[in-house]
Nanobody, 123 residues
């Protein structure tokens, strides 16, 4: 299995920035597709961004231009840089790993999940 641990969440003011990290361990990581999701209270889990092992990325329209996903596969770490944050971005953010080759956008396509990190954006 793959184990994922998110970090970097916290309280930030509207307009601010946060950089989340996801550290992976376990089975071969280099060919996995990595994704970020978020879930607010009372809401379904929402796709944010995905990155392939080749570096190709895909973003949800709601975060395009504000968030950047990147990965250092040699370090088994994926990042989510979040800029221009608003209270609507408040959620628990999850890192996920799935089969390589496709930039999956549905949560059920991912096999491994971290426990999440809370990001709270104050007005």
């Amino acid at each position: 299995q793959v184990q994922l641990v998110e970090s970097g969440g916290g309280l930030v003011q509207a307009g601010g920035s946060v950089r989340l990290s996801c550290a992976a361990s376990g089975r071969t990581f280099n060919t996995y597709t990595m994704g970020w999701f978020r879930q607010a209270p009372g809401k379904e889990r929402e796709f944010i961004a995905a990155i392939s092992w080749t570096g190709t990325t895909y973003y949800a329209d709601s975060v395009k231009g504000r968030f950047t996903i990147s990965s250092l596969y040699a370090k088994k770490t994926v990042y989510l840089q979040m800029n221009s944050l608003s209270p609507d971005d408040t959620a628990v953010y999850y890192c996920a790993a799935g089969p390589g080759g496709v930039l999956w956008r549905r949560a059920n396509e991912y096999n491994y999940w971290g426990q999440g990190t809370q990001v709270t954006v104050s007005a």
